[in-house]
């Protein structure tokens, strides 16, 4: 287990678009609620370059004006509904659950704070048969659309005696990295998800373009 005794290096994981290849599902769902408002479908590139957090800005992007509150909550609803239909033909990244398991038999600690629903994270990675290798596992409890810095925040309140300053955060979006920094920790980020190289090297952080990469890095952090 990470501790602040032991100074093992403890991994916090995203989600969607780092140890669930969703990518084919999110953008489906996304076109489905820019369906909603009369925006053109976009290919998974234009989401890729386009994408930004908080969703809301992603949307003004895209429309030219922030959604009106009606709109938002339309959209939503629309990108959670299609997004769960296409969810379980979604698999893990190649190699993760191999990853996963490998760090947890050299006794070192990882968790999940993901951005996705929690009452819905749960039954999805226990259905990937891959919970057992994790401290914690959170998601989301409040309204969609805000920021991972204040669930992160919460994620360290939760974990017993892990210290953020001992601890690498793994995603694919600019918000995790972010997120790191608020709790003082670091963060790769990894190209196969949501965000291309390029906005993703904005972030100023390691970039990445396999989880294993992002694995190793981790371990050389611990080493410092």
């Given amino acids: 287990m990470g501790t602040n005794g032991n100074h093992?290096?403890?991994?916090v994981w995203d989600?969607?678009?780092?140890?669930?290849?969703?990518?084919?599902?999110?953008?489906?769902?996304?076109?489905?609620?820019?369906?909603?408002?009369?925006?053109?479908?976009?290919?998974?590139?234009q989401y890729r370059e386009m994408y930004c957090i908080p969703i809301p800005r992603f949307y003004e992007r895209l429309m030219g004006r922030l959604p009106t509150d009606a709109e938002w909550e339309r959209m939503d609803g629309v990108f959670h509904r299609h997004y769960t239909q296409q969810r379980d033909a979604c698999g893990l990244t190649a190699g993760a659950a191999e990853l996963l398991a490998q760090w947890q038999l050299t006794g070192r600690s990882q968790s999940?704070?993901?951005?996705?629903?929690?009452?819905?994270?749960?039954?999805?990675?226990?259905?990937?048969?891959?919970?057992r290798h994790f401290v914690r596992v959170d998601g989301r409890t409040g309204p969609s659309?805000?920021?991972?810095a204040e669930y992160m925040e919460?994620?360290?309140?939760?974990?017993?005696?892990?210290?953020?300053?001992?601890?690498?955060?793994?995603?694919?979006?600019?918000?995790?990295a972010v997120a790191a920094a608020h709790v003082g920790a670091r963060a790769v980020l990894y190209t196969g998800g949501s965000h291309?190289?390029?906005?993703?090297?904005?972030?100023?952080?390691?970039?990445?373009?396999?989880?294993?990469?992002?694995?190793?890095l981790a371990e050389q952090f611990g080493g410092q």
């Fill in 154 to 176: 919460r994620h360290f309140a939760a974990l017993d005696g892990i210290s953020p300053q001992h601890t690498v955060v793994i995603g694919d979006a600019v918000d995790d």
């Fill in 196 to 216: 291309s190289r390029a906005s993703l090297e904005a972030a100023g952080v390691p970039v990445v373009d396999t989880l294993s990469e992002a694995i190793a």
């Fill in 112 to 131: 999940i704070m993901s951005m996705y629903r929690h009452e819905e994270l749960l039954p999805v990675v226990r259905g990937y048969g891959i919970e």
């Fill in 145 to 148: 659309g805000g920021s991972k």
């Fill in 15 to 45: 989600w969607n678009g780092t140890l669930l290849d969703d990518n084919t599902a999110v953008v489906g769902a996304t076109n489905a609620a820019f369906g909603e408002v009369g925006l053109a479908p976009i290919t998974v590139e």
């Fill in 8 to 11: 093992r290096t403890h991994l």
